[in-house]
């Protein structure tokens, strides 16, 4: 009989081992460098790397401060499916984080728009610009879900095509402990892979952090699913 138990988990060690051997990190910033590194973003030219006047831990020393300026882009392509992480604050309501980029004009724009913002409170605004072009599509939060402004939040964008899946929690949180708060699928199929970005406009204020882009499921051990099952009010607890 135990032997029976060992040869039953050699499948699951295999299919763990497989997923993590072909798992990328596609793209890192942490901003460390203490200035805007030109050779991974085409950003505004308001946006700035300040010292990080918080004090948390997990941001270190340096964070990417971005207000107004429209849209910032990186210089590098990404594929059809990836995850995306980072850390961010809305300093007066509004995030903006841009998906598939094709230049200024064409991307995808996701807002997550904060308490007290003069857009859609508690939303994530779901955002397709084409040929220069903004279309919105703003839903509440999942489950109440609510956010303050000029709070550190983790967020996790699944990337998968056209389908968005939007996962956020407290800023000390594992990944794999973030609350699904939002689903989008463009029905329109704009755009299908392209560049990252931020986008802020006019006196919209918001900072960034520890951006990273990799393959679907890095660093997600299987049956950590099961964790996005927690509630909202256990992640506050956290805070």
Do not use: C
């Not at 703003?138 to 109440?144: I, K, L, S, T």
Request: glycine share 10%.
């Amino acid at each position: 009989m135990r032997l029976i138990k060992v040869f039953a988990l050699v499948p699951i060690i295999l299919a763990l081992m497989v997923g993590t051997t072909h798992a990328q990190i596609l793209f890192e910033e942490d901003f460390e460098s203490g200035e805007l590194d030109r050779d991974k973003w085409v950003g505004a030219a308001v946006w700035k790397v300040i010292d990080n006047e918080t004090g948390d831990k997990v941001l270190e020393d340096f964070v990417l401060d971005v207000l107004g300026g429209e849209e910032g882009l990186g210089i590098e392509e990404f594929p059809e499916n990836y995850d995306y992480y980072a850390h961010f604050r809305s300093m007066n309501g509004l995030a903006g984080f841009i998906f598939h980029g094709q230049d200024g004009n064409n991307i995808y724009m996701h807002q997550i728009s904060a308490t007290g913002s003069a857009y859609t409170p508690n939303n994530t605004r779901w955002h397709r610009k084409v040929a220069g072009t903004y279309s919105a599509e703003p839903e509440p939060f999942q489950d109440g879900v609510t956010i303050d402004q000029e709070v550190w939040y983790k967020i996790r964008f699944e990337v998968r095509g056209i389908d968005f899946k939007l996962f956020l929690g407290d800023v000390d949180a594992d990944y794999d402990e973030l609350t699904l708060i939002g689903e989008w699928t463009d029905s329109q199929s704009a755009f299908t892979s392209g560049k990252i970005g931020f986008r802020m406009s006019g006196t919209e204020h918001a900072q960034y952090d520890n951006v990273s882009v990799r393959t679907p499921g890095y660093g997600l051990a299987v049956g950590s699913r099961g964790k996005l099952a927690i509630t909202w009010g256990e992640v506050k607890e956290k805070i």
